[in-house]
């Protein structure tokens, strides 16, 4: 595999399937998370992007009713897409938060983790990022019951201030 590497025959071209390119540049992503390579194919001459990203260790989300199943950092994604519509976020804003969340999580070195506590990062960065989104967020995820609920977490975020 590292002569194959050497060689930058890694990846087959998006273009014409030929499998063998050679790398032109390579350096790491803003957030220093995986290697952005550009590539030439060697048959067809076309340049392509890929991204190197180091494999994590598989990590199991624990629910409300003890089922088990993998993380999915799109859905974490899209929890904090829908919470930050219409407002002034932007896409890289919020990948930068699940990116965060995921690090974090994967940091810890523990293989299961309960969906509260994902629940609770995601409402820790959102209330610092857009009290609006927070808010949305909350409302979702601590299912409250009443607008005496909803009320007392707003009078805890004016509060906060």
Not at 33 to 49: A, H, M, P, V, W
Request: hydrophobic residues 30%; glycine residues 4%; positive net charge.
């Amino acid at each position: 595999m590292q002569q194959t590497e050497r060689k930058g025959r890694t990846m087959r071209c998006p273009y014409c399937s030929f499998i063998e390119s050679k790398v032109i540049d390579s350096r790491p992503t803003e957030e220093n998370n995986s290697i952005r390579r550009r590539r030439e194919c060697l048959k067809c001459g076309k340049r392509f992007t890929t991204y190197e990203k180091l494999e994590s260790i598989a990590l199991v989300v624990i629910k409300k009713d003890d089922s088990r199943q993998p993380f999915n950092r799109n859905k974490v994604l899209k929890g904090i897409m829908t919470a930050c519509e219409k407002r002034p976020i932007s896409l890289a804003q919020m990948e930068r938060i699940t990116d965060d969340i995921e690090s974090e999580l994967s940091q810890s070195m523990e293989r299961e983790v309960r969906s509260t506590r994902i629940g609770e990062l995601v409402m820790k960065k959102l209330r610092s990022l857009d009290e609006v989104a927070y808010v949305r967020f909350a409302s979702v995820y601590k299912q409250f019951d009443d607008l005496n609920t909803f009320m007392e977490e707003l009078k805890g975020l004016i509060n906060d201030r």
